[in-house]
């Protein structure tokens, strides 16, 4: 059974950090990528990092430079490391396990979300 457990989320001020962490069943972090994903109510998820089984990675622009995503294989673990946090990186953030289609990694399985609020 495949499963993808995230944890880290809180609540920060602007400028502050937090480390999220998915936990995964070995069946999901054999995916060809990992990633985390965020959504907003009334809005698409959308992709923030992207970790590939070959060690590439993958970072949107808007957090480029603040985030950083990593995985740790003896644990089965994917991270998010986000610093210097705006109230507009405030969402649900989802972690993924999925397959690359046309090098675009397309989740076939995803957590429950941990949710992330940042005050101005």
């Known amino acids: 059974q495949v499963q993808l457990v995230e944890s880290g989320g809180g609540s920060v001020q602007a400028g502050g950090s937090l480390r999220l962490s998915c936990a995964t069943s070995g069946a999901a972090y054999s995916s060809a990528c990992m990633g985390w994903f965020r959504q907003v109510p009334g809005k698409e998820r959308k992709g923030v990092a992207t970790?590939?089984?070959?060690?590439?990675?993958d970072v949107d622009d808007s957090v480029k430079g603040r985030f950083t995503i990593s995985r740790d294989n003896a644990k089965n673990t994917v991270y998010l490391q986000m610093n210097s946090l705006k109230p507009e990186d405030a969402a649900m953030y989802y972690c993924?396990?999925?397959?690359?289609?046309?090098?675009?990694?397309?989740?076939?399985?995803w957590g429950q979300g941990t949710q992330v609020t940042v005050s101005s």
């Open positions: 970790i590939y089984s070959d060690g590439g990675i």
């Open positions: 993924a396990a999925g397959s690359l289609l046309v090098g675009i990694c397309v989740p076939d399985y």
